[in-house]
């Protein structure tokens, strides 16, 4: 759902309005629509859920969103907002950090705080460069820091701009919702596996429960 339908209607509302077919308030109205279905979604699916007892990770995931681009910036929060749903919350303290602060600020926060992980949001198209300059800022202060770029779009990137992430810094680039997930998910078992033993330890090789709205289809 969100792949198929809610992130490619960020994307084209993103690139009609960098093309002048569509204004900015149309632009924003799109992405408010976005994100007012995401959490409708997501409300749905929490309270279907059962009740468990939940267990917080003591550690953050930061959502940065890095584009300068106007009708970008926008586009970019409800990205990191949709992507902040489908993150475990009973593993991950999520924090999305707004477009107004500089590259600077960011990555002095992170170099402080310290999180287990960074992801760096960025709607396509358009915006690889600023996503590269921050991967290399936050790379530069923190050497050893799980970085991820979530860009997102209609995963028709070249290679060429996935390579420039790389060689910016980014550990890893998920293009979809779907990618994103998988990996904290990944990143989550085998932080709480290395630092378990006995039982604990088998118990948390059991993979965190999928979100039911990644693998569902449009009607």
Sequence with gaps: MYD?????????????C???RISEADAEFVAHATREIAEDLDQTVRARRPR?????????????SCSCVRPATRST?????IAGQLIDATRWQVEILGPSMLT?????LVEERRPALVCIGSVA????SHTRHLCKRLRARCPDLNLVVGRFGLHDESADEQQQLVEGGAGHIAPTMRDLA???AELSLLAETSGSEGREAQEMRVPA??????????V
């Design 125 to 128: 198209p358009g915006g690889v």
């Design 18 to 20: 960098e093309r002048e």
């Design 104 to 108: 600077s600020e960011v990555a002095q």
């Design 209 to 218: 429960a999928r979100h039911p709205l990644l693998d569902a289809r449009p």
């Design 4 to 16: 198929e339908v809610l992130l490619p209607a960020l994307y084209y509302a993103k690139q009609d």
């Design 77 to 81: 929060r409800v990205a990191l907002a």
């Design 182 to 184: 998988r990996h904290v």
């Design 52 to 64: 468990t007892r939940q267990r917080r990770r003591a550690a953050s995931c930061l959502g940065a």
